[in-house]
Protein backbone atom coordinates (compact mmCIF):
# COMPACT_ATOMS: atom_id res chain seq x y z
CA UNK A 1 0.00 0.00 0.00
CA UNK A 2 1.26 3.74 -1.16
CA UNK A 3 0.05 6.33 0.80
CA UNK A 4 -0.84 9.24 -0.96
CA UNK A 5 1.26 12.24 -1.40
CA UNK A 6 0.15 15.35 0.04
CA UNK A 7 2.33 18.76 -0.89
CA UNK A 8 2.65 21.70 1.53
CA UNK A 9 0.91 23.86 -1.92
CA UNK A 10 -2.59 21.57 -1.26
CA UNK A 11 -2.65 22.73 2.08
CA UNK A 12 -1.96 26.35 1.46
CA UNK A 13 -4.51 26.05 -0.92
CA UNK A 14 -7.28 24.89 1.26
CA UNK A 15 -6.03 27.72 3.75
CA UNK A 16 -6.57 30.67 0.85
CA UNK A 17 -10.26 28.80 0.42
CA UNK A 18 -10.77 29.11 4.17
CA UNK A 19 -9.40 32.70 4.47
CA UNK A 20 -11.51 34.07 1.78
CA UNK A 21 -14.79 32.56 3.25
CA UNK A 22 -13.82 34.03 6.61
CA UNK A 23 -13.76 37.32 5.82
CA UNK A 24 -16.96 37.00 3.46
CA UNK A 25 -18.78 36.43 6.91
CA UNK A 26 -16.79 37.48 9.46
CA UNK A 27 -16.85 34.28 11.34
CA UNK A 28 -16.42 34.21 15.03
CA UNK A 29 -14.22 31.93 17.24
CA UNK A 30 -17.18 30.62 19.24
CA UNK A 31 -18.18 27.57 19.66
CA UNK A 32 -21.71 26.96 17.39
CA UNK A 33 -24.29 24.69 18.64
CA UNK A 34 -24.93 22.71 15.12
CA UNK A 35 -28.87 22.60 13.80
CA UNK A 36 -29.51 25.86 12.76
CA UNK A 37 -30.19 24.62 9.26
CA UNK A 38 -29.84 21.23 7.71
CA UNK A 39 -26.91 22.07 5.38
CA UNK A 40 -24.69 23.35 8.00
CA UNK A 41 -25.58 20.57 10.71
CA UNK A 42 -24.52 17.82 7.84
CA UNK A 43 -21.30 19.96 7.30
CA UNK A 44 -20.33 19.83 11.46
CA UNK A 45 -21.09 16.34 11.24
CA UNK A 46 -18.47 15.63 8.40
CA UNK A 47 -16.80 17.65 10.65
CA UNK A 48 -16.52 15.70 13.02
CA UNK A 49 -15.98 12.44 11.13
CA UNK A 50 -12.86 14.19 9.53
CA UNK A 51 -11.44 15.07 12.98
CA UNK A 52 -12.03 11.56 14.48
CA UNK A 53 -9.90 10.32 11.32
CA UNK A 54 -7.48 13.12 12.17
CA UNK A 55 -7.21 11.98 15.61
CA UNK A 56 -6.70 8.05 14.31
CA UNK A 57 -4.10 8.93 12.23
CA UNK A 58 -1.66 10.64 14.70
CA UNK A 59 -1.63 7.60 16.61
CA UNK A 60 -0.49 5.24 14.10
CA UNK A 61 1.28 7.84 12.42
CA UNK A 62 4.63 6.83 14.17
CA UNK A 63 4.09 3.08 13.69
CA UNK A 64 3.36 3.38 9.61
CA UNK A 65 5.72 6.81 8.42
CA UNK A 66 2.87 8.89 7.82
CA UNK A 67 3.96 11.92 6.56
CA UNK A 68 2.96 15.20 8.84
CA UNK A 69 1.35 16.95 5.67
CA UNK A 70 -1.66 14.35 5.96
CA UNK A 71 -2.45 15.01 9.67
CA UNK A 72 -1.99 18.79 8.61
CA UNK A 73 -4.10 18.15 5.76
CA UNK A 74 -6.72 16.95 7.44
CA UNK A 75 -6.47 19.53 10.29
CA UNK A 76 -6.42 22.19 7.65
CA UNK A 77 -10.01 20.04 5.68
CA UNK A 78 -11.96 19.92 9.42
CA UNK A 79 -10.96 23.84 9.39
CA UNK A 80 -12.68 24.04 6.11
CA UNK A 81 -15.44 22.27 6.75
CA UNK A 82 -16.55 24.31 9.82
CA UNK A 83 -16.29 27.52 7.77
CA UNK A 84 -18.52 26.12 5.11
CA UNK A 85 -20.87 25.15 7.36
CA UNK A 86 -20.79 28.71 8.67
CA UNK A 87 -21.59 30.03 5.00
CA UNK A 88 -24.15 27.53 4.87
CA UNK A 89 -26.05 29.10 7.76
CA UNK A 90 -24.86 32.41 6.08
CA UNK A 91 -26.14 32.05 2.86
CA UNK A 92 -29.76 30.92 4.50
CA UNK A 93 -29.67 34.02 6.80
CA UNK A 94 -29.84 31.61 9.96
CA UNK A 95 -28.59 32.77 13.17
CA UNK A 96 -26.48 30.50 15.16
CA UNK A 97 -26.68 30.10 18.64
CA UNK A 98 -23.41 29.85 21.33
CA UNK A 99 -23.78 27.93 24.42
CA UNK A 100 -24.17 29.86 27.60
CA UNK A 101 -22.41 28.96 30.59
CA UNK A 102 -23.19 29.50 33.93
CA UNK A 103 -20.32 29.94 36.63
Not at 3 to 18: G, V, Y
Not at 38 to 54: F, G, H, M, Q
Request: charged content about 30%.
Amino acid sequence: FKPPKFSSQKIKNLEAIIDKIEKEIKIQRKFVIPGSNKNSAWLDYLRTVVRRAEIKLIKVRTKNKLSQKVISYLNRLSSFIYVLARYAAFIEKKLESHPHYKS
